[in-house]
């Protein structure tokens, strides 16, 4: 939409072929349905929250940056706010707002929409593209083609990789497509126990053999398989490639991460002074969530019975580490159904980064997701797209003068 919009504002004849009945199926869905569409951060640095593939994005950014985007969806009537972690939605919080902007100014640039329309194949003639073919054996000429369809995730949405078939007709190579910002598996029975217990104010910790290779603070999740939310998403956009290397990886938490082990260990001595003949059970439950406690119980290996008088130092002094770093083995990451985003796609090394075009085969374009290209989590992967397409856009009409779906 955003390639189409600028494409047609410069002029240029163009058609936007889109094989769901609606348009936005996959934006709608964005930020639990508010629509996290891009980061005030300072613009010089989106590329450090870019994961893939960074230095291919440069241009983009500079040509279309985040103050651009805002500065554009104001203009196109969707008044914006910033939340934390510079993360920026429609005031509405509704990402149907945005997507009805899109549409606007796709409809006051003189774009046409196909809806119910499925691109199955390119058309190539002396080594460029000349045109799409549809699934109802319709060909559809053009003197260029910009794939913009996005990867693999959330398949419900219609993403079912045919971006990556299309490059391929082209010659592309195609970085193979994984899963990212995606909830972790893992490993130990005692999670499942856990399921729907949200945690604030922690911090993950997670390891290969000794070496920590992710740590933050944040809120995360339990499921029935593993764990989920904003600290594991971004985990998972950092870790994913070194996961499908090691198999596995440790993780804990820390459920007290504002007390060294010193002052938790004082803190849970006070408990017990308070206390002294209450049963172990009962006391610790007010250091966390009550449907942890069992569970931390059997970890620790005190007698739950026990009254606390009788927890020794060297007991008590192990259950703070406990808490300080709540074990998990992370053994791999959940589906494309659940992934925010893909990562992977078609290779930037066969792609120009200041026009998008490709390097293989003339007249034809890459806009967003499609590509080898991902961040983490916080409006970046938006951005991406948003900047990709103007870029694809502004390039295309400069080459072009012609007519482009």
């Known amino acids: 939409m955003m390639t189409g919009i600028w494409a047609a504002r410069l002029g240029l004849h163009v058609t936007v072929i889109e094989q769901n009945e609606k348009t936005g199926k996959k934006l709608y869905i964005t930020g639990k349905g508010r629509c996290n569409l891009t980061n005030a951060c300072d613009p010089q640095d989106l590329t450090g929250a870019v994961l893939s593939n960074p230095r291919f994005l440069y241009s983009a950014f500079a040509a279309f940056s985040n103050q651009d985007v805002m500065e554009f969806f104001k203009k196109a009537g969707v008044p914006l706010k910033t939340e934390r972690g510079e993360r920026v939605f429609p005031v509405s919080d509704h990402s149907s707002d945005i997507i009805r902007a899109l549409e606007k100014e796709y409809a006051a640039a003189g774009g046409v929409l196909r809806l119910n329309t499925r691109v199955t194949d390119l058309c190539m003639e002396d080594g460029q593209v000349c045109g799409v073919l549809t699934a109802s054996g319709e060909r559809m000429p053009a003197d260029a083609v910009v794939i913009a369809c996005g990867g693999l995730s959330y398949p419900s949405t219609g993403s079912r990789g045919d971006g990556y078939r299309l490059a391929e007709q082209a010659g592309h190579s195609i970085v193979d497509p994984q899963p990212s910002l995606v909830p972790l598996l893992t490993r130990e029975p005692y999670i499942p126990e856990l399921q729907g217990l949200s945690l604030k104010n922690v911090t993950l910790r997670i390891l290969d053999g000794k070496k920590k290779v992710f740590e933050e603070f944040g809120e995360m999740m339990f499921t029935h398989r593993g764990i989920t939310g904003p600290l594991v998403l971004t985990a998972s956009a950092r870790l994913g490639k070194l996961l499908d290397k090691k198999g596995s990886l440790d993780a804990f938490v820390d459920l007290k991460p504002a007390l060294d082990e010193g002052q938790l260990d004082a803190r849970i001595l006070r408990e017990f002074h308070a206390s002294p003949n209450r049963q172990f059970k009962n006391v610790i439950g007010v250091l966390f969530p009550a449907s942890l406690t069992p569970v931390m119980i059997s970890l620790g290996g005190i007698d739950p019975e026990l009254p606390v008088r009788d927890v020794t130092k060297n007991q008590r002094q192990a259950f703070a580490r406990l808490i300080k770093s709540f074990p998990m083995t992370i053994i791999g990451t959940g589906s494309f159904a659940e992934a925010v985003i ?7 090394k066969e792609i120009v980064p200041g026009t998008m075009q490709s390097r293989l ?18 409006g970046f992967n938006l951005q991406i797209a948003w900047s990709t397409a103007w870029l694809a856009a502004h390039a295309l009409a400069d080459e072009s003068g012609g007519q482009v779906p």
């Open 342 to 348: 893909t990562r992977g796609g078609v290779s930037t």
């Open 361 to 378: 085969v003339k007249n034809l374009y890459f806009a967003g997701e499609v590509m080898d290209v991902d961040a983490v989590t916080g």
